[in-house]
């Protein structure tokens, strides 16, 4: 219970490096800077194409930083584990109490 419980405030503590974020704005930053040197030449423009890669780059960096963030934002940590090894505790404590001695 108490390996459990370090490791799960080991994994809340830690966060990405500063760096990792930073290379992803640079990552969305390049793509969309090839994307427009790609399309530039066409003889029209492809906003759907554009928008789409806007909100897939945008989407997976936000995922990310949520899934950095586990008790803010969409996805949150349960603490259901901890509170069923807490009652299988409390259950074989009070079953040594029953049991004769």
Request: glycine share 4%; charged share 25%; no cysteine.
């Amino acid at each position: 219970m108490f390996d459990l419980a370090s490791s799960d405030q080991a994994v809340l503590e830690a966060r990405l490096p500063e760096a990792v974020l930073d290379v992803l704005i640079i990552y969305a930053l390049i793509s969309a800077t090839l994307m427009g040197f790609a399309m530039a030449g066409g003889p029209r423009r492809h906003l759907a194409a554009s928008v789409m890669l806007f909100i897939l780059v945008s989407t997976s960096i936000s995922l990310i930083i949520d899934l950095d963030r586990p008790r803010r934002g969409a996805i949150l940590i349960s603490d259901e584990p901890f509170v069923r090894a807490s009652d299988q505790i409390r259950a074989m404590e009070a079953e040594k109490l029953k049991a004769p001695r």
